[in-house]
Structures are given as C-alpha cells and as structure tokens.
C-alpha cells in the first residue's frame, strides 16, 4: 500500500484530503505544519507528499526546501496544495521543487488522477 503525507494546517481540508486518499487505497499520515511535515517525511519516507503552501510558522516552501535538502527523504514526489491561483504562482511553485500544483478548493478526482499519475 502506497503512503501518502498529507501536510495542512486546516483541519477541514486535512479531512477531505484524507477520506479522497483512504477511498483510492491509499494509507495516509497527517502532519499539521511544516515542522511536523517534515519530521513525518524523514521518519515515515512516504510515496508522496501533499503540501499546503501557506502555513503558520513554517511555509510549505520551507518545508520542501529542507525536505529536498537531506539525502534520505530528497527523492520524495511533493505535490503543492494551495490556493495560489493567480498567474505565475504555478510556475512559481515549480520552480521551488514541487513536482506539480493542485488548486483549491480541491477537486477531487483530479486530485485522484494526479495522485496516481505521480506513483506511477
């Protein structure tokens, strides 16, 4: 069973992100902020991760980025969740390291196909 990361700070999203996951098979692991983020992405090496960009305390950019930087967890696929949708943010969020870019509110069977897309 593939493990999949899901790191938000909004509890609302964190369920839906999570029920859409557990219904396509997939076991899931929840962190609350970027920090958690990453200490459940070095422990628990996930298939892929769920990023919120925007979080308190630390931002998913900064939890991608320290993510990225330690050789045990810097082959983990990050996708982006956020609700940066304005032009360029896309191109923005790729450039930081993040695989591909997922828009909120989520659309969830986009967010299936892309899920599935990624783990091959």
């Given at each position: 069973m593939k493990k999949i990361?899901?790191?938000?700070?909004?509890?609302v999203n964190r369920s839906l992100?999570?029920?859409v996951l557990q219904a396509h098979g997939y076991e899931v692991l929840i962190a609350k902020n970027g920090e958690?983020?990453?200490?459940?992405?070095?422990?628990?090496?996930?298939?892929?991760i769920l990023m919120d960009?925007?979080?308190?305390?630390m931002d998913g950019y900064e939890a991608a980025r320290n993510i990225r930087d330690d050789p045990a967890s810097s082959s983990i696929k990050i996708i982006a969740v956020t609700s940066l949708a304005m032009?360029?943010?896309r191109e923005r969020i790729l450039e930081a390291g993040f695989e591909a870019y997922m828009s909120k509110p989520i659309d969830t069977r986009a967010l299936a196909r892309l899920v599935k897309e990624m783990l091959g």
């Open positions: 990361l899901v790191v938000e700070d909004n509890p992100l999570e029920e958690e983020g990453i200490e459940k992405a070095k422990a628990e090496q996930p298939d892929l960009i925007y979080m308190p305390g032009k360029g943010d």
